[in-house]
């Protein structure tokens, strides 16, 4: 199984990619089968989106066509969404836009809201509502909020109680993940989805 990891900071040194490589570990760590792909925004920024891509504008198609295909192969996404002015950040949400295309058609989501202090609930909040429509990806229900961002997964071993929660709460959260991306393996290949019909969302 093959899991997308996308992480929605602009910055190229942020903690969403120090997050982002965590996960990435956890994620071999957990079978020897699995593989990810990780993507940093701000390390490979996306153009900000024009329909031109829907006249294959090389400007749009050209820095997003590897990331679709890439995306396309992965069985699951682990989204990861710093909190910015309380808001997800610009560059998550015109993720999105191109990330209407299929790549990430009926395929689980965990989200992750990172805060350098407490907070990290409100683009997990807005995600939920507002990513999923055009993208059809699925949210589950577990997601993880990483508080004090600075504080933890910095060591290969918790150096606090809240490091080793936080750790245990990833470990939970990315099982859960795995087994939902094989239960929607079934959905996607049952003959019910209709995306030429149906590729927008209500
Ligand atoms: C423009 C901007 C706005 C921010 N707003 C918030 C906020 O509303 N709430 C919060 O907990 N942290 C906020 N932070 C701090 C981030 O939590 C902190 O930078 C953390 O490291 C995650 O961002 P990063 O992945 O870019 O490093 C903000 C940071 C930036 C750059």
């Given at each position: 199984m093959?899991?997308?990891?996308?992480?929605?900071?602009?910055?190229?040194?942020?903690?969403?990619?120090?997050?982002?490589?965590?996960?990435?570990?956890q994620?071999?760590?957990?079978?020897?089968?699995?593989s990810s792909?990780?993507?940093?925004?701000?390390k490979?920024?996306?153009?900000?989106?024009?329909?031109?891509?829907w006249?294959?504008?090389?400007?749009?198609?050209?820095?997003?066509?590897?990331?679709s295909?890439?995306?396309?192969?992965?069985?699951?996404a682990?989204?990861?969404?710093?909190?910015?002015?309380?808001?997800?950040?610009?560059?998550?949400?015109?993720f999105?836009?191109?990330?209407?295309?299929?790549?990430?058609?009926?395929?689980?989501?965990?989200?992750?809201?990172?805060?350098?202090?407490r907070?990290?609930?409100?683009?997990?909040?807005?995600?939920?509502?507002?990513?999923?429509?055009?993208?059809?990806?699925q949210y589950i229900?577990?997601?993880?909020?990483?508080?004090?961002?600075?504080?933890v997964?910095n060591?290969?071993t918790?150096v606090?109680?809240?490091?080793?929660?936080?750790?245990?709460?990833?470990?939970?959260?990315?099982?859960?993940?795995?087994?939902?991306?094989?239960?929607?393996?079934?959905?996607?290949?049952s003959?019910?989805?209709?995306?030429?019909?149906?590729?927008?969302?209500?």
């Open positions: 093959k899991f997308a990891i996308v992480s929605g900071s602009h910055r190229p040194q942020s903690q969403s990619g120090k997050v982002a490589r965590f996960v990435a570990g994620i071999a760590a957990l079978d020897p089968k699995f792909y990780l993507l940093e925004l701000g490979e920024p996306l153009p900000l989106w024009e329909e031109g891509i006249n294959k504008d090389p400007k749009m198609i050209e820095p997003w066509r590897p990331v295909e890439a995306l396309a192969g992965c069985d699951a682990v989204i990861i969404a710093p909190e910015w002015s309380g808001m997800a950040p610009a560059a998550l949400k015109n999105f836009l191109f990330a209407s295309d299929g790549c990430l058609y009926h395929k689980p989501g965990l989200l992750v809201g990172v805060s350098a202090s907070n990290g609930a409100y683009p997990i909040a807005e995600l939920r509502t507002s990513s999923y429509k055009n993208s059809h990806i229900s577990e997601h993880v909020i990483v508080r004090n961002v600075n504080e997964l060591e290969a918790p606090s109680e809240e490091d080793g929660a936080l750790r245990r709460r990833f470990d939970y959260g990315l099982r859960v993940l795995a087994e939902y991306g094989k239960a929607l393996q079934a959905v996607r290949a003959g019910v989805l209709n995306r030429k019909e149906f590729p927008f969302g209500m």
